[in-house]
């Protein structure tokens, strides 16, 4: 799988920006595809999650109620539209995709990465 992640930019806190997951090389169905992301001298943690058969999603619970992870089948697409965004938020966003039956919440449970996109959040 191929995964080329896109749509990171700068934005002031309370901005909002959509971030894109286009992932090719095969079929997802059996699935999950899942956003993480990377501060500066972080940890890289969790951020959101899809299931493609069953489109489910689950997300952190700093973003939850502010980000928006969906797909679009046809085009193996995902995003994750990002609101109301703090500049807690500034990381490097990575999409990743691995079997949906792993632990969602975890980089290890991932076979597949994207290059990372930034995301900058000023105050």
């Known amino acids: 799988v191929q995964l080329q992640a896109s749509g990171g930019g700068l934005v002031q806190a309370g901005g909002s920006l959509r971030l894109s997951c286009a992932a090719s090389?095969?079929?997802?169905?059996?699935?999950?595809l899942g956003w993480f992301r990377q501060a500066p001298g972080k940890e890289r943690e969790f951020v959101a999650s899809i299931r493609w058969t069953f489109n489910l999603t689950y997300y952190a619970d700093s973003v939850k109620g502010r980000f928006t992870i969906s797909k679009e089948n046809a085009n193996n697409q995902v995003y994750l539209q990002m609101n109301r965004l703090k500049p807690e938020d500034t990381a490097v966003y990575y999409c990743?995709?691995?079997?949906?039956?792993?632990?969602?919440?975890?980089?290890?449970?991932?076979?597949?990465w994207g290059q990372g996109t930034q995301v900058t959040v000023s105050s």
């Open positions: 990743a995709v691995g079997p949906e039956y792993r632990n969602l919440r975890r980089d290890s449970s991932y076979d597949y």
């Open positions: 090389g095969r079929t997802l169905s059996n699935y999950r």
